[in-house]
């Protein structure tokens, strides 16, 4: 069993939920976790946290 199968995933509360083009993240640690909502088989990207919060402040802009 792989940690991706393991983690608590979850979509954005901005996803339509149609099938568009969206990511799911979790978190574990001092890690988030991002995945093609598409691909789930497609390993994700490990991404640290403090870096993942500068990436969502940006993009919120």
Do not use: N
């Not at 976790?33 to 802009?61: C, E, N, Q």
């Amino acid at each position: 069993m792989s940690v991706e199968s393991e983690l608590a995933w979850f979509k954005s509360s901005y996803s339509t939920g149609d099938g568009g083009q969206c990511v799911e993240v979790a978190t574990r640690s001092q890690v988030v976790h991002v995945r093609d909502s598409k691909d789930i088989a497609r390993p994700g990207l490990a991404v640290d946290a403090r870096a993942w919060t500068v990436f969502v402040g940006f993009a919120a802009r």
